[in-house]
């Protein structure tokens, strides 16, 4: 997991993971979605946590297993976490339990208001362990994210 971060020490280190599909950001659905790739994304992410003086790593993956041991590996390495589940928000637990166990402060996010969207999209396992919610507000939602990390951070 290493290779992911970008300098910086472990407390100021923001850990930003990304589930499924996301990897497709900017041309899967961009009339939902966006335009905004996620390397794009990731640019704008680690400009703003350098104006806060944090480090942001970012892992996205497919892969439910590949998520919780990124979880796993910020419980000694990073300071706080900001999750975009995606469709994992809806029906892992294991990622729950994850967050849980690792107890730093998470900030759940979601490009889309998931509210207004399909019935099975309202209910997340995720936000029960969350600090906060950011939802509906695309990719600038991220941005929002780190700024709220860095609030969580300096308390």
Not at 54 to 61: C, E, G, M, P, W
Request: aromatic share 4%; with cysteine.
């Amino acid at each position: 997991m290493g290779d992911c971060l970008t300098g910086g020490d472990a407390g100021r280190t923001v850990l930003f993971l990304n589930g499924p599909n996301l990897n497709l950001l900017g041309t899967r659905e961009p009339g939902t979605y966006g335009s905004t790739t996620l390397s794009q994304v990731q640019e704008t992410v680690a400009k703003t946590a350098a104006e806060h003086d944090l480090t942001a790593r970012f892992v996205q993956s497919n892969h439910e297993g590949v998520l919780i041991d990124a979880i796993h590996a910020a419980r000694t390495e990073c300071g706080a976490i900001v999750i975009n589940p995606a469709g994992f928000t809806h029906t892992s637990v294991a990622l729950r339990d994850a967050l849980a166990a690792v107890a730093l402060p998470t900030v759940e996010l979601h490009i889309t208001n998931v509210h207004r969207r399909e019935e099975f999209r309202h209910h997340s396992y995720i936000s029960a362990v969350a600090d906060a919610l950011i939802v509906g507000a695309g990719t600038h939602g991220y941005v929002l994210a780190t700024l709220h990390a860095a609030h969580l951070l300096s308390r």
